[in-house]
């Protein structure tokens, strides 16, 4: 298929996918990226909610895309939660907290919440659940650290309260390197409108001239006025008063198209997604209406539009709602943002250096050094030391983990397992790393490879690129982790987070209960789908024993039952198809985690159920911590 061409240059600098809007994002990053490049367009930023979940899918993406010849830039960037003072909401909590009434209103769930516009797009009644939204993209490698930090800092201490809060000493802290815009309705200057709007004109104009003051003094030419097409009266009414900040501050105007699914076709799957993000819970109103019929219905479209799209919906919704622009500055407003793209933010790929702790490395002493040295007396220890073949081996092994940059990982988990022997019970050893003498001699394993004819080289050899995985078995994993992160700390010990995804059987369940379908019709379905698509499925891959998973696609074209109940409710089908595979929650692996120095740094770091962890993964399905430089600790 050719690409669409547009003759207005335009990127997307405000867009959401699933991978970090829970129940409001729409679709995997690269999703949006493949559309974004075949609608015309050369570059798109990744802003979600509070976070940067997707960024490890944008990186990946765009490599593959470029070693297929496709020329597209990836924009890294987050949509922050924005409260002018930290300090001021903190005060403001602590008075709600001692004010018993008040308190029963406080939630107790400290996870990020779904996003709900009826809060952020809405006069400030509650200071409490307060929150504006600003988007951030990262100009450079140190403007994206920064916004690492940022995201790290937003989810510990004061500024986390079911969600992450930005405030203005955290900007400017961390601002280098950093360009911001106004975002939405529910972004910065819509909170002086919302606010402000019942005392007037002047009211609503001097608190965004307070605002554009702070901003400006902060970011410099870095700040963006940022303009929105739909056919919202309030949109164009604040669209007027960002323009107006524009004159008189002499600060540039961006539109965007804020968008929160990959396709125009994926508008009413974005709309179930999130509401089924609110089932059995309380739901905003907005959530509690049938889906639309049409998307003209929403007044809005939320894609990765170019900008002949972008300058049809200005025209569209401006004359809908009645009001009227100068053409020129929102040409210019559109082009703005190519230049931004191509001309302010530099080409580069977030910096994947491996990151390891350097305090297990004596000071004075190089990795390599020490680690011979540990593993010279560990030999000795052992009675090893004058036997040829044991002395040959671990200088062949030595060898490879030095070549391969991983002295500091065995330095680590030598570390690790020295720490656990003090507390509790460790495991034998198993899996590959059983093959490794280093590891026997360090204490890692206790089992020895020559004695059993153990191989290295199924663990690791210098001419694979894969990183080294001790699959290291404790008495209490948990309590490990406490300690290991009580010892070193919360950034230098980091649990590995997970991200489920919605499976066949709850979608079906799910979307059912949304229409009204009893679920004595639907259960009989879902517990049967599975048992009569597996015989049908393992004959096709010539399977005659042992366990098989169906895959999604195989319960829908082999189970009877699930194909007539879908052929009643085709409907569903249409919704089970565009949603199976999104992204519901956040949890932790089991026993994964990463340890290195400052990691908040290094990786915007999230919180969820009250803990710190990895904003990425590392599993069976998803590998995204080994490419952006961090190895992962199987405790």
Same mark, same amino acid.
């Given at each position: 298929?050719?690409?669409?061409?547009?003759?207005?240059?335009?990127?997307?600098?405000?867009?959401?996918?699933?991978?970090?809007?829970?129940?409001?994002?729409?679709?995997?990053?690269?999703?949006?990226?493949?559309?974004?490049?075949?609608?015309?367009?050369?570059?798109?930023?990744?802003?979600?909610?509070?976070?940067?979940?997707?960024?490890?899918?944008?990186?990946?993406?765009?490599?593959?895309?470029?070693?297929?010849?496709?020329?597209?830039?990836?924009?890294?960037?987050?949509?922050?939660?924005?409260?002018?003072?930290?300090?001021?909401?903190?005060?403001?909590?602590?008075?709600?907290?001692?004010?018993?009434?008040?308190?029963?209103?406080?939630?107790?769930?400290?996870?990020?919440?779904?996003?709900?516009?009826?809060?952020?797009?809405?006069?400030?009644?509650?200071?409490?659940?307060?929150?504006?939204?600003?988007?951030?993209?990262?100009?450079?490698?140190?403007?994206?650290?920064?916004?690492?930090?940022?995201?790290?800092?937003?989810?510990?201490?004061?500024?986390?309260?079911?969600?992450?809060?930005?405030?203005?000493?955290?900007?400017?802290?961390?601002?280098?390197?950093?360009?911001?815009?106004?975002?939405?309705?529910?972004?910065?200057?819509?909170?002086?409108?919302?606010?402000?709007?019942?005392?007037?004109?002047?009211?609503?104009?001097?608190?965004?001239?307070?605002?554009?003051?702070?901003?400006?003094?902060?970011?410099?030419?870095?700040?963006?006025?940022?303009?929105?097409?739909?056919?919202?009266?309030?949109?164009?009414?604040?669209?007027?008063?960002?323009?107006?900040?524009?004159?008189?501050?002499?600060?540039?105007?961006?539109?965007?198209?804020?968008?929160?699914?990959?396709?125009?076709?994926?508008?009413?799957?974005?709309?179930?997604?999130?509401?089924?993000?609110?089932?059995?819970?309380?739901?905003?109103?907005?959530?509690?209406?049938?889906?639309?019929?049409?998307?003209?219905?929403?007044?809005?479209?939320?894609?990765?539009?170019?900008?002949?799209?972008?300058?049809?919906?200005?025209?569209?919704?401006?004359?809908?709602?009645?009001?009227?622009?100068?053409?020129?500055?929102?040409?210019?407003?559109?082009?703005?943002?190519?230049?931004?793209?191509?001309?302010?933010?530099?080409?580069?790929?977030?910096?994947? /250096?491996?990151? %390891?702790? #350097?305090? =297990?490395?004596?000071?004075?002493? @190089?990795?390599?050094?020490?680690? $011979?040295?540990?593993?010279?007396?560990?030999?000795?220890?052992?009675?090893?030391?004058?036997?040829?073949?044991?002395?040959?081996?671990?200088?062949?092994?030595?060898?490879?983990?030095?070549?391969?940059?991983?002295?500091?990982?065995?330095?680590?988990?030598?570390?690790?397992?020295?720490?656990?022997?003090?507390?509790?019970?460790?495991?034998?050893?198993?899996?590959?790393?059983?093959?490794?003498?280093?590891?026997?001699?360090?204490?890692?394993?206790?089992?020895?490879?020559?004695?059993?004819?153990?191989?290295?080289?199924?663990?690791?050899?210098?001419?694979?690129?894969?990183?080294?995985?001790?699959?290291?078995?404790?008495?209490?994993?948990?309590?490990?982790?406490?300690?290991?992160?009580?010892?070193?700390?919360?950034?230098?010990?980091?649990?590995?987070?997970?991200?489920? /995804?919605?499976? %066949?059987? #709850?979608? =079906?369940?799910?979307?059912?209960? @949304?229409?009204?379908?009893?679920? $004595?019709?639907?259960?009989?379905?879902?517990?049967?789908?599975?048992?009569?698509?597996?015989?049908?499925?393992?004959?096709?891959?010539?399977?005659?024993?042992?366990?098989?998973?169906?895959?999604?696609?195989?319960?829908?074209?082999?189970?009877?039952?699930?194909?007539?109940?879908?052929?009643?409710?085709?409907?569903?089908?249409?919704?089970?198809?565009?949603?199976?595979?999104?992204?519901?929650?956040?949890?932790?692996?089991?026993?994964?985690?990463?340890?290195?120095?400052?990691?908040?740094?290094?990786?915007?770091?999230?919180?969820?159920?009250?803990?710190?962890?990895?904003?990425?993964?590392?599993?069976?399905?998803?590998?995204?911590?080994?490419?952006?430089?961090?190895?992962?600790?199987?405790?």
């Amino acid at each position: 298929m050719e690409r669409s061409k547009s003759s207005i240059p335009f990127v997307g600098l405000h867009a959401h996918s699933v991978a970090g809007s829970v129940f409001d994002g729409f679709g995997y990053p690269q999703d949006h990226m493949d559309f974004a490049y075949e609608n015309g367009m050369s570059a798109l930023a990744l802003t979600d909610h509070g976070n940067m979940n997707g960024l490890p899918y944008q990186v990946l993406h765009a490599k593959k895309m470029k070693s297929s010849g496709k020329d597209f830039k990836p924009i890294f960037g987050v949509e922050a939660y924005f409260v002018p003072s930290i300090k001021d909401w903190k005060e403001e909590y602590d008075q709600a907290k001692a004010d018993k009434k008040k308190a029963r209103s406080l939630s107790k769930d400290d996870k990020v919440a779904a996003e709900d516009e009826d809060e952020s797009k809405a006069k400030t009644k509650n200071k409490i659940n307060a929150r504006r939204h600003l988007v951030l993209v990262a100009q450079n490698q140190t403007g994206l650290s920064n916004i690492f930090k940022i995201v790290s800092e937003t989810h510990q201490g004061d500024n986390f309260y079911r969600y992450p809060r930005l405030d203005y000493d955290l900007l400017e802290k961390y601002g280098e390197g950093v360009i911001a815009s106004s975002a939405c309705l529910g972004g910065v200057y819509a909170g002086d409108y919302w606010d402000n709007r019942d005392d007037g004109e002047d009211a609503i104009l001097n608190a965004m001239r307070e605002t554009t003051q702070s901003m400006t003094s902060i970011l410099g030419d870095r700040w963006f006025g940022e303009l929105q097409w739909n056919n919202v009266p309030e949109q164009h009414s604040l669209n007027k008063y960002v323009i107006q900040m524009a004159e008189e501050f002499d600060i540039p105007l961006i539109s965007t198209a804020d968008s929160h699914y990959p396709s125009p076709e994926a508008w009413k799957d974005r709309e179930l997604y999130k509401r089924l993000g609110w089932l059995g819970k309380k739901q905003p109103e907005y959530m509690k209406s049938e889906l639309p019929i049409d998307v003209d219905e929403m007044g809005m479209e939320l894609y990765p539009k170019n900008g002949d799209q972008m300058w049809e919906s200005y025209k569209k919704y401006s004359e809908e709602c009645g009001v009227t622009y100068d053409d020129d500055l929102i040409h210019d407003s559109l082009v703005k943002t190519h230049w931004i793209a191509h001309e302010l933010i530099e080409d580069f790929m977030p910096d994947d /250096t491996v990151r %390891l702790p #350097s305090f =297990i490395i004596p000071e004075g002493e @190089f990795a390599t050094e020490t680690l $011979t040295k540990q593993c010279i007396t560990g030999l000795r220890k052992l009675g090893r030391d004058n036997n040829k073949e044991y002395v040959e081996r671990l200088k062949h092994e030595i060898s490879v983990i030095d070549d391969r940059g991983f002295c500091e990982y065995f330095l680590t988990m030598k570390a690790v397992a020295d720490k656990t022997q003090e507390h509790m019970l460790s495991g034998s050893g198993r899996g590959s790393a059983a093959g490794s003498l280093v590891a026997y001699v360090l204490g890692i394993t206790q089992i020895d490879p020559i004695k059993y004819g153990l191989l290295f080289s199924r663990f690791l050899r210098s001419d694979a690129k894969d990183y080294p995985d001790i699959d290291y078995d404790v008495s209490d994993a948990f309590g490990l982790k406490e300690i290991l992160a009580k010892e070193w700390g919360d950034t230098t010990v980091v649990p590995i987070s997970n991200f489920n /995804t919605m499976q %066949l059987r #709850s979608l =079906i369940k799910d979307i059912s209960k @949304f229409y009204g379908v009893p679920f $004595t019709e639907v259960n009989p379905v879902t517990g049967r789908m599975v048992k009569e698509a597996t015989p049908k499925a393992k004959k096709k891959h010539g399977i005659k024993a042992g366990v098989y998973v169906p895959t999604f696609e195989e319960v829908m074209e082999y189970s009877d039952t699930l194909q007539r109940f879908l052929n009643k409710y085709p409907h569903i089908k249409t919704h089970v198809e565009g949603l199976v595979g999104q992204v519901r929650s956040v949890s932790r692996h089991a026993g994964g985690v990463v340890i290195g120095e400052d990691l908040d740094k290094h990786m915007p770091l999230v919180c969820s159920g009250g803990v710190i962890q990895t904003p990425w993964s590392e599993g069976m399905h998803v590998r995204h911590l080994e490419p952006m430089g961090f190895i992962k600790f199987d405790l």
